[in-house]
């Protein structure tokens, strides 16, 4: 079966409804995807590209509309196409804000649905053909506008189709596996397989062996022979994280991989042509690596052919606000099934603190956030990290001596600059006024 490129989103909470649209959908030559809550769409969404979504209105926890305000902040892009029993006028108006471009009443055909996903498509294509255009990317994985980020996409739409391999480099928390993502799900490889692969989780006995396979006795507990990663990733990116942690034998193995395109499982003498993108990652420094005997230098050259740096959050200040209500709008439809909002007093104290967990800890923080409000989240429910962040001045801390210098000027100005009358105010003579102020 010859399957078209869109992929299809329903979400509903009845499983029989699901289990119809998507017996529909498939026979339509669709590739689909199904989920009976808002917040297993969210991960849905999340991790895959969506291009059509089809949802319910009336579901439990959370309904339909708080997706399709979701879906219009976050994904704008993305037509919808509302399916219900019932929609009131009330609830029409409210769809026409959402962006939603056709609905369904239940009953329906098969021909209606056919026609009203047609319909959805060709509106979606009329309303965003700059995206077809113009330069401006929409990697939608990676929130924020500012000038590190964007060169980062930059560098993503250059290599999204081609099967050079990519190092990421970047501190923890910084969101390497997002870009690497980023580059396989926007290109045109990306209905292929992404195997993410953490290199520093696996003990270093057993890496060599799920990276590239084993054959049956190959080592104590190999009952029966397997495929590995590299293998489960054919056509498709295996993703190698913290690749400084690899072992000598496994770079060694590595090398050959990417010098001869082929593997060789553990315990075979038989090598397999495979094709595949390799993206690493990486938080250490890799030529101070090298330099200490601990990396190889040929193979960092095979990996890092495009090399994207992850920048730290602290260098992307621009950014701290919109991931901030990124996460606030995931975890207030996660833990409280309704809208929140984050106090500009609070974005404000976000903004100055320097993160030196990045991204990860900014939704850590703002997980907590939701957690312990009720509401608008106000600077006292943020972690205690933050309590002299709080009371941090604006302009930053200054010294006694900039403290002083500031006041002096002050009196200097109350007294239209009447050197003598300062100075009997400061309680100095004027040698020492002078001194001061220079």
């Known amino acids: 079966m010859n399957f078209k490129k869109e992929n299809i989103l329903i979400v509903d909470d009845d499983i029989h409804v699901l289990e119809l649209l998507k017996r529909h959908l498939q026979s339509m030559q669709y590739y689909t995807f199904k989920a009976v809550s808002v917040k297993e769409a969210l991960s849905i969404l999340k991790s895959n590209r969506i291009d059509l979504l089809i949802t319910d209105i009336k579901m439990p926890d959370v309904d339909g509309f708080e997706l399709m305000k979701y879906v219009c902040e976050h994904y704008p892009s993305m037509p919808i196409l509302v399916v219900s029993g019932y929609v009131s006028a009330k609830e029409a108006l409210e769809m026409g804000k959402s962006g939603v471009i056709d609905y369904l009443v239940k009953p329906f055909t098969k021909d209606e649905l056919k026609a009203s996903i047609t319909k959805s498509l060709s509106g979606h294509r009329q309303l965003y053909p700059q995206e077809v255009a113009t330069t401006t990317y929409n990697f939608r994985e990676l929130v924020g506008n500012s000038p590190a980020l964007n060169q980062i996409k930059e560098i993503i739409h250059r290599v999204k189709d081609i099967k050079a391999t990519v190092l990421i480099q970047g501190e923890s928390g910084t969101g390497k596996e997002l870009i690497a993502r980023a580059v396989h799900y926007n290109g045109k490889f990306s209905r292929k397989p992404f195997i993410a692969v953490n290199c520093g989780a696996i003990p270093e006995d057993l890496l060599e062996a799920e990276l590239f396979g084993y054959e049956k006795g190959a080592f104590t507990g190999a009952n029966e022979s397997r495929e590995g990663f590299f293998q489960a990733a054919e056509g498709g990116t295996i993703f190698l994280d913290e690749i400084g942690n690899a072992s000598p034998k496994v770079q060694n193995s590595l090398l050959r991989v990417l010098q001869e395109k082929e593997v060789q499982k553990v315990g075979s003498q038989k090598s397999t042509k495979i094709d595949i993108r390799v993206i690493a990652a990486t938080n250490s420094n890799l030529v101070n690596a090298i330099k200490q005997g601990k990396f190889r230098q040929d193979l960092y050259y095979r990996l890092s052919v495009v090399e994207i740096t992850a920048p730290p959050l602290r260098e992307r200040v621009e950014d701290v606000v919109p991931l901030a209500k990124l996460f606030l709008q995931k975890y207030a439809m996660e833990y409280k099934d309704r809208s929140m909002a984050i106090g500009a007093d ?24 939701v957690i312990m409000s009720d509401g608008e989240i106000r600077p006292n429910q943020l972690p205690d990290i933050f309590k002299f962040q709080i009371n941090f001045p604006k302009d930053g801390l200054k010294s006694l001596a900039e403290k002083e210098r500031e006041y002096i000027q002050q009196v200097l100005d109350l007294v ?5 009358k300062a100075a009997e105010i400061l309680g100095i003579d004027r040698k020492t006024l002078r001194s001061k102020v220079g």
């Open 346 to 369: 609070t974005l404000e104290i976000l903004e100055r603190y320097s993160w030196p967990g990045n991204i990860r800890e900014l939704e850590n923080c703002i997980q907590r956030a």
């Open 416 to 420: 239209e600059n009447n050197k003598t």
